[in-house]
């Protein structure tokens, strides 16, 4: 079961940083959203959340104001979320992070030829203006879409390395697997996430088949 | 010659470990003749540089989720 955010319980609280219960709450859903995409689970999502935005109340004189509260407040739960994955049991077998992806070779065979050219019509198009679309609620919603769309464990060792900015070598450790694999699964997770990307928000021309 | 299946490949790996100089040379002789390649190996830079956005929390909220079916 969730609990009620801690800044409901603790409204008095806050600093003239700016710093306040209102203010984590209405970022509470993009917390949220964050968390699950790494962790795969509501739950553990859920708490995590809660433990950030605990440590943010408590600490709230730590932030300095150079950043904005959103960076400052997602720092803090992205080391929650480090955290709990150096503290949890490996749970993800080799096998299943490397048999994860069966179709793999389905979709290889989609993008190239058996020269290993890529078929005509599925060439990388130049994406339009990568500043502009940075700053469109549109390509974010695209973008955050396509992540859910990786399989789990894809996802997970592309966030943990995109995201929380772990090493290969230390998600190797972390999950038992080769630094060869952890490349292997990282790049499919690469290819995928990249056609999504294209077919969902890239150049919008008609390709020639 | 590489073909573009390894050279994009190569392109995932330059993100993870300095290349071979042999590796570069054969990849910068691939990406000269071949615009898939070249648009392949700037989207692998655009990805990490928009993870490091999302990952710092300034994604522009998304309220509207998008049907992406992949």
Redesign the interface.
């Known amino acids: 079961m969730s609990r009620a955010p801690v800044a409901t319980t603790t409204p008095s609280r806050g600093t003239a940083s700016g710093v306040n219960a209102d203010a984590l709450i209405s ?1 509470r859903a ?1 917390m949220l959203r ?1 968390a699950r995409l790494q962790l795969r689970n509501s739950e553990t999502a859920e708490d995590m959340v809660q433990e950030a935005t605990e440590a943010a109340l408590r600490h709230a004189e730590s932030f300095a104001g150079n950043s ?1 509260l ?2 400052w ?3 803090i739960l ?1 080391n929650r979320i480090i955290d709990h994955l150096r503290r949890a049991e490996r749970s993800v077998s080799i096998s299943s992070l490397v048999a994860d992806d069966e179709d793999w070779q389905d979709r ?1 065979e989609t ?2 030829n058996e ?4 078929h005509d019509g ?6 339009p203006n ?1 500043e502009e679309s ?13 992540l859910e ?1 990786l399989p789990a464990n894809a996802a997970r060792v592309f966030m943990m390395r ?4 772990f090493e ?1 070598d230390e998600i190797c450790q972390q999950l038992g697997i080769s630094v060869g694999n952890c ?1 292997v699964i ?2 499919r997770a ?11 928000w890239g150049p919008r021309t008609e390709v020639p088949c | 010659m590489l ?4 050279v ?2 190569l392109c ?2 330059e ?3 300095p290349l071979h100089w042999r590796e570069k040379i054969l990849l910068r002789l691939h990406v000269m003749m071949c ?3 070249t ?2 190996r ?3 830079k ?21 049907d ?3």
Do not use: I
């Not at chain 2, 073909?3 to 390894?6: A, G, I, L, M, P």
């Open positions: 970022l993009d964050f904005t959103k960076t407040v997602f720092a992205r290889l993008l190239f020269r290993g050219q890529w599925q060439q990388p198009k130049p994406w990568p940075l700053q469109s609620r549109q390509f974010w919603a695209v973008f955050e879409a396509c769309h995109e995201f929380l900015d290969s490349h990282l790049h690469r290819l995928k996430l990249r056609s999504c990307l294209e077919n969902h | 073909s573009c299946k390894e994009t490949t995932s790996q993100m993870e470990r615009s898939g390649c648009n392949f700037l989207h692998m655009t990805l990490r540089q928009t993870m490091h956005m999302y990952a710092s929390g300034q994604a522009v909220k998304s309220d509207p989720e998008p992406v079916k992949d």
